[in-house]
């Protein structure tokens, strides 16, 4: 750790080296526009109020291969205290959370009492599982979602993870075996400061589990609309490789997961030049062979995005001029990227349905000014379409819907718009 790190805390506001290796041989890919942050959702009252926009934009690192926006919102605006996102509501993603515990609990062989710590614990969904398997259990958490996950009888630091938050946590807790960090690592300005922090709380060997959206599924499945504001970074592997390394750790083992539509599971071990998984070497190859480090690439993947948003503005546009309706399916922060960039706005899409559990009924997608409602109502209208706006979780969603008695076709947005057969 002697390696001048202090680039990795980031300002607020336009950067203009890498995040990763401070090179300035950043090439931009896409031009979002400026967009709100994507969970800044309004309230009826805001509506006429003047909303705050950022920078969005999509750019790679020729030198160590990240790809990155290049604008810092401040944390405090992303993650406010009342920030509606909740890890524990989506089945799908429940059940593959839990699986972490079980899947690592054995991988890593805990002991009973052994103590995890989760670094953006969100309602405390992770820790539940080791708890379950008999761990100590720690979630730091920096919105007010904490006090769910406290509810829930998981202990849980109401703040935001920093160096200095993990001396603390030392000295009234101890070191851990292992930390977890599941869609969030690739979110943090002070990243320097976190991965300091780890270092501080995890005892000698012990491992740092990292799980974030892997670039080489967002290029291959067109995933534009997870590029927000929360998002600072798509991590692979050769970046994350270069990362830990300057910390003192080694990156020993990755698996791909079906989170978020194709995230990655990495191990950073706390030690230098220890060996490295056949699984993990087979992805570092994978990731060449794709040509994920290669320009034509990401200019294929600029005409993709283009030509997606054309379509599913012509498709909209057509069912409109029909006379025919739809409606919104599902409304995670993504879906504030897809449709301000595509300008679908109430007149083409006149509300989001979400299911009754969510934070977010009541309120209003930032820029399009779209209502979130109860899917009551979707049921109750039955449109002729529904826009699939969890399109990353679409089957175990649409079985669902259909249990409960939706009629309507379904659009999916992506890799590609089109209707699904049922």
């Known amino acids: 750790m002697g390696l001048n790190t202090d680039f990795h805390d980031l300002p607020n506001g336009p950067l203009s080296r890498c995040q990763i290796c401070n090179s300035n041989e950043l090439e931009t890919i896409l031009d979002l526009g400026h967009h709100a942050p994507c969970d800044s959702l309004l309230k009826h009252t805001q509506l006429k109020e003047q909303e705050a926009t950022y920078p969005l934009r999509f750019l790679i690192c020729q030198e160590c291969g990240l790809a990155q926006i290049d604008y810092v919102v401040p944390p405090e605006v992303l993650f406010y205290p009342e920030y509606p996102y909740r890890s524990g509501i989506t089945e799908t993603l429940k059940q593959n959370l839990y699986s972490l515990a079980m899947t690592t609990t054995k991988k890593?062989?805990?002991?009973?009492?052994?103590?995890?710590?989760?670094?953006g614990s969100n309602d405390g969904t992770i820790l539940e599982g080791y708890k379950a398997a008999g761990m100590n259990v720690l979630g730091v958490e920096p919105t007010n979602i904490a006090q769910i996950a406290r509810q829930n009888g998981i202990e849980t630091i109401n703040e935001f993870f920093s160096a200095e938050v993990a001396e603390k946590i030392k000295a009234k807790y101890g070191q851990a075996p292992l930390i977890t960090a599941a869609n969030m690592f690739a979110h943090v300005p002070n990243l320097g400061s976190l991965i300091r922090g780890v270092n501080t709380l995890l005892i000698d060997g012990g491992v740092f589990?990292?799980?974030?959206?892997?670039?080489?599924?967002?290029?291959?499945?067109?995933?534009?609309?997870?590029?927000?504001?929360?998002?600072l970074k798509f991590y692979a592997l050769k970046p994350l490789t270069i990362l830990m390394h300057q910390y003192g750790f080694?990156?020993?083992?990755?698996?791909?997961?079906?989170?978020?539509?194709?995230?990655?599971?990495?191990?950073?071990?706390?030690?230098?030049?220890?060996?490295?998984?056949?699984?993990?070497?087979?992805?570092i190859a994978k990731e060449k062979l794709e040509g994920l480090y290669e320009r034509s690439t990401y200019q294929a993947f600029r005409r993709k995005v283009v030509q997606s948003k054309i379509d599913l503005q012509t498709l909209l546009l057509k069912i409109r001029n029909a006379g025919e309706t739809v409606a919104g399916i599902g409304c995670p922060g993504r879906s504030s990227t897809l449709l301000n960039y595509c300008n679908v706005d109430t007149e083409l899409l006149p509300?989001?349905?979400?299911?009754?559990?969510?934070?977010?009924?009541?309120?209003?997608?930032?820029g399009t000014h779209i209502p979130i409602v109860d899917e009551e109502i979707l049921?109750?209208?039955?449109?002729d379409y529904v826009l699939m706006l969890s399109w990353h979780y679409s089957k175990p969603i649409i079985n669902n819907l259909r249990k409960k008695g939706l009629k309507s076709r379904i659009?999916?947005?992506?890799?590609?718009v089109h209707l699904l057969e049922d």
């Open 379 to 383: 049921f109750r209208d039955q449109p």
């Open 411 to 416: 659009i999916l947005p992506l890799p590609d």
């Open 250 to 283: 080694t990156i020993t083992d990755a698996e791909r997961i079906p989170n978020y539509g194709g995230s990655i599971r990495v191990y950073a071990t706390k030690g230098t030049n220890l060996p490295q998984s056949e699984r993990l070497i087979e992805m």
């Open 108 to 119: 890593l062989k805990l002991q009973k009492n052994d103590l995890v710590i989760d670094i």
């Open 209 to 231: 589990i990292t799980e974030s959206h892997y670039l080489l599924d967002i290029i291959k499945t067109v995933q534009y609309d997870s590029i927000y504001h929360e998002h």
């Open 351 to 366: 509300y989001i349905a979400e299911q009754s559990t969510s934070l977010k009924l009541g309120l209003f997608l930032p």
